[in-house]
């Protein structure tokens, strides 16, 4: 009997243990999730988030992009934090987040229009060939030495830069998936601007051989390994100002 006794008082013991974080983590939440210009935070949350803002104002950070900035977190934390996620654990301390802010590497890539995602898709793609047909030409050159081992010079090279990069663009803008939600007008768009790209570029490359070859003569393969150097430093370069947008992830954002 005694035993039993202490077996019970031991349970006991334990169901008001339990009971007692029950009650502790409820008002914990009750005192952590708080209303207010951060509503629905936890506290270390929205401490997180008022020591940001007013880091922000030290800084005489422009107001425009602090709200952005500061809706932005607010969103993320509000969504992350349902798994337990903290913001020291996002983003590191305050303090590290806001010179992040003033460094320009936690700004999101602005909605841009169709005409801008078209140009700026145009360019990058232009670029990527650019490079990659240097590349060719090169290599054609140094292990072919006849004159006409490559196929055009620096017109064609430029041409068929200009004609990819402007044609990819196109195509993929033309199939935003917001343009072809059912998978059967997919298809047939797909055949029919993959069929005016070839046309485009059938004309275009008429167009490019009736250049007399005094006009349009075969460089250098060094010239060509400089060049693409040159178009691989400029690329990256435009991309960490102007953000070239990912194919298949940012067509279509207006």
Same mark, same amino acid.
Not at 52 to 65: A, F, P, R, S, T
Not at 100 to 126: P, V, Y
Not at 194 to 200: V, Y
């Given at each position: ?20 974080? !029950? ?17 629905? #935070? *936890?506290?270390?949350?929205?401490? &997180? ?28 934390? #509000?969504?992350? !934090?349902?798994?337990?996620? %903290?913001?020291?654990? #996002?983003?590191? *301390?305050? *303090? ?6 003033? !460094?320009?590497? %936690? ?6 229009? %169709?005409?801008? *995602? &078209? ?11 650019? =490079? ?11 292990? @072919? ?15 068929? /830069?200009? +004609? ?5 663009? &196109? &195509? ?10 059912? /998978? ?26 009736? =250049? ?9 393969? =060094?010239?060509? +390994? =400089?060049?693409?150097? +040159? ?18 992830? @940012?067509?279509?954002?207006?």
């Amino acid at each position: 009997m005694g035993g039993l006794s202490l077996k019970e008082e031991t349970v006991r013991e334990k169901n008001e243990k339990a009971a007692q974080r !029950q009650e502790k983590h409820q008002e914990h939440a009750e005192v952590t999730v708080r209303d207010g210009e951060f509503a629905g #935070l *936890t506290k270390r949350n929205e401490d &997180f988030m008022f020591h940001l803002n007013k880091n922000l104002d030290n800084y005489n950070y422009d107001l425009e992009k602090k709200e952005v900035v500061l809706n932005e977190t607010y969103r993320e934390l #509000l969504n992350k !934090q349902k798994s337990g996620v %903290t913001a020291a654990k #996002l983003y590191g *301390t305050v *303090t590290e987040y806001t010179e992040k802010i003033m !460094q320009g590497q %936690t700004q999101k890539k602005e909605e841009r229009s %169709t005409s801008k *995602t &078209f140009w700026l898709m145009a360019l990058d793609n232009g670029l990527i060939m650019f =490079i990659m047909f240097c590349v060719m030409y090169a290599l054609v050159g140094f292990f @072919d030495k006849s004159k006409n081992a490559v196929n055009g010079g620096w017109v064609t090279l430029l041409g068929t /830069s200009v +004609i990819a990069g402007v044609g990819l663009a &196109f &195509f993929y803008v033309m199939m935003d998936p917001n343009k072809t939600k059912q /998978s059967n007008h997919k298809v047939i768009r797909g055949i029919v601007v993959t069929l005016e790209l070839i046309a485009i570029w059938m004309v275009a490359f008429g167009l490019i051989a009736l =250049i007399p070859v005094k006009y349009n003569q075969t460089l250098n393969p =060094i010239v060509y +390994i =400089i060049l693409g150097v +040159i178009a691989f430093g400029a690329r990256y370069f435009l991309n960490q100002t102007l953000h070239f947008p990912k194919m298949g992830r @940012d067509v279509g954002r207006r």
